[in-house]
């Protein structure tokens, strides 16, 4: 089945530090890539999506770009705030039959210290 | 403002007992879902709806049942059957179709003793 594998935490970067979070996934067919951010305490938001390959989804200075030839789709930020603290989450679309499921990877931690 | 809302934020319960969580959404998203998550789990689909009066099993439906009577409101009840009901619960919405974001409530806190 399809599935989406990250890479664990936690993250610790300092302020203005870079910032890659590896994602690879596994699917049949063509599925969209999403990354969800959540505050602690919250619920999930968009952070960015991509919808077909070699696509670039970007957003508050994140990007992501959908790579077909290594299954992946890993984030990355090149300066980092203390404010960008929270779990990232990996997820890919499970189309079928008009029904948008999201399979999740398991989340990745990260703390950026002043 | 358009959103959804989950209610309560916090909730305890005794074991054996049956609860119900609020999900309401005003976005006027045909679909929603339930997720649950563990630490050190992600995410997992609990059940889902695409349309008022339909709904699906998730991954680990065992132990939840739910109903969805109105477009906006899709509420989910964790059965005395559920082993390990102490979670983090979500909702969210979204249109129908393959791209379409998925927008998520605040989640409920349950607390199983």
């Known amino acids: 089945g399809n599935s989406v594998t990250q890479m664990e935490g936690p993250v610790t970067l300092s302020e203005e530090a870079f910032l890659t979070i590896n994602c690879t996934y596994t699917?049949?067919?063509?599925?969209?890539l999403f990354w969800y951010v959540q505050y602690p305490g919250e619920g999930l938001q968009l952070l960015l999506k991509?919808?077909?390959?070699?696509d670039k989804g970007s957003n508050k200075g994140f990007e992501a770009t959908y790579r077909k030839e290594t299954t992946s789709f890993h984030l990355e930020k090149g300066s980092v705030q203390v404010s960008d603290s929270a779990v990232y989450f990996c997820?890919?679309?499970?189309?079928?039959?008009?029904?948008?499921?999201?399979?999740f990877g398991t989340g990745t931690l990260l703390a950026v210290q002043p | 403002d358009g959103g959804i809302t989950q209610s309560p934020k916090y909730l305890f319960r005794k074991e054996g007992q049956n609860v119900t969580l609020s999900c309401e959404q005003n976005?006027?998203?045909?679909?929603m879902y339930w997720y649950r998550q563990d630490p050190g789990q992600g995410l997992r689909l609990i059940y889902y709806?695409?349309?008022?009066?339909?709904?699906q099993k998730g991954d680990i439906a065992e132990g939840y049942s739910v109903s969805r009577e109105k477009k906006e409101s899709f509420p989910l009840t964790v059965t005395s059957a559920q082993k390990n009901p102490t979670a983090f619960y979500l909702c969210?919405?979204?249109?129908?179709?393959?791209?379409?974001?998925?927008?998520f409530g605040p989640g409920t806190r349950l607390t199983v003793t």
């Open positions: 969210a919405s979204s249109h129908r179709g393959r791209d379409s974001e998925q927008y």
């Open positions: 699917a049949t067919g063509y599925p969209s």
């Open positions: 991509a919808t077909k390959a070699d």
């Open positions: 997820a890919l679309s499970d189309y079928g039959g008009a029904t948008n499921k999201l399979i």
């Open positions: 976005l006027n998203h045909d679909a």
């Open positions: 709806s695409q349309i008022v009066n339909d709904f």
